[in-house]
């Protein structure tokens, strides 16, 4: 039973930075590409990143470019996001979720596989 679990959300200040996890196991088959996303209260739920599992090519929504990053860790099937410099904005739901085909998107329904979330609240 593929199994996506997400970790590392919380409070934090304006500017400060927070670390998310994402480990998923029980996959038959390997994932092609494991990708965030964030749902804000009121919002639907948007695509920040989502990187290649073979190569580590990574691909990130504007809004997020130069702040976040994402990385892997395959012998862990573990999915990092790290964020610097939040905002207020950047509040919400984060989910990490598995897409078997290879091409990278950040379509929330282009994946097949998800986490049950983390929260997150950029607030002072």
């Known amino acids: 039973q593929v199994q996506l679990v997400e970790s590392g959300g919380g409070l934090v200040q304006p500017g400060g930075s927070l670390r998310l996890s994402c480990v998923a196991s029980?996959?038959?088959?390997?994932?092609?590409?494991i990708g965030w996303f964030r749902q804000a209260p009121g919002k639907e739920r948007e695509g920040i990143s989502c990187i290649r599992r073979s190569n580590g090519r990574s691909y990130y929504e504007d809004s997020v470019k130069g702040r976040f990053t994402i990385s892997r860790d395959i012998p862990k099937n573990t999915v990092y996001l790290q964020m610097n410099s939040l905002k207020a904005e950047d509040t919400g739901v984060y989910y990490c979720?598995?897409?078997?085909?290879?091409?990278?998107?950040?379509?929330?329904?282009?994946?097949?596989?998800w986490g049950q979330g983390t929260q997150v609240t950029v607030s002072s």
């Open positions: 029980g996959f038959t088959l390997p994932y092609a590409y």
């Open positions: 979720a598995a897409r078997g085909r290879e091409q990278a998107t950040l379509v929330a329904g282009d994946y097949d596989s």
